[in-house]
T-cell receptor
């Protein structure tokens, strides 16, 4: 059963804590992405990775960190430096086809993070 | 700043009618456009992708692209209550790997 999994589904964080959100895919996709969605807003890109051991900052990378040690996994750490982390976090992956224009992103089920 | 604009809605249509969702984008070099559907509390799922000017049909869905006007739309024929969701428009700016998303249009189909 192929797909993208994210865990946990809900996460609560206290002020000053770092938390790590998991994202795993078994689609054999090369590229993986992390987005943040706030109510009434579009998705904003946090980080993305096109290949193992390499990743790039997106539009709102401050206060977040990632790693890409395996093709299937792209965990996101929300650090205490992120001042307003309460949001819906979405992981996506894509094949990164040779034709970039037709490359399509598919999303995992998301993690809803709340700061207490 | 590369942007995409969508009317937030809600767009309310009766069951069986055609729903028309519209989106404008800022980057003339864009080649790839996507429509995602997002139910409340869920993640986005891909509905349509379109890369060339004109219409692309898939079942009850038709995407329309006009690059000269920087305009993309999604038509949903024979709308059903199960189509009630937020529809996100996204485009890939020329030369970039990332997607830019609009805030979405909320569609409500009433019986």
């Amino acid at each position: 059963d192929g797909g993208i999994t994210q865990s946990p589904k809900y996460l609560f964080r206290k002020e000053g804590q770092n938390v790590t959100l998991s994202c795993e895919q078994n689609l054999n996709h090369d590229a993986m992405y992390w987005y943040r969605q706030d109510p009434g807003q579009g998705l904003r890109l946090i980080y993305y990775s096109q290949i193992v051991n390499d990743f790039q900052k997106g539009d709102i990378a401050e206060g977040y960190s990632v790693s890409r040690e395996k093709k299937e996994s792209f965990p996101l750490t929300v650090t205490s430096a992120q001042k307003n982390p309460t949001a819906f976090y979405l992981c996506a992956s894509s094949t990164q086809l040779r034709d970039r224009d037709t490359d399509t992103q598919y999303f995992g089920p998301g993690t809803r993070l709340t700061v207490l | 700043q590369k942007e995409v604009e969508q009317n937030s809605g809600p767009l309310s249509v009766p069951e069986g009618a055609i729903a028309s969702l519209n989106c404008t984008y800022s980057d003339r070099g864009s080649q790839s456009f996507f429509w995602y559907r997002q139910y409340s509390g869920k993640s986005p799922e891909l509905i349509m992708s379109i890369y060339s000017n004109g219409d692309k049909e898939d079942g009850r869905f038709t995407a329309q692209l006009n690059k000269a006007s920087q305009y993309v739309s999604l038509l949903i024929r024979d709308s059903q209550p199960s189509d009630s969701a937020t529809y996100l428009c996204a485009f890939r700016p020329g030369g970039y790997n990332k997607l830019i998303f609009g805030a979405g249009t909320r569609l409500a189909v009433h019986p």
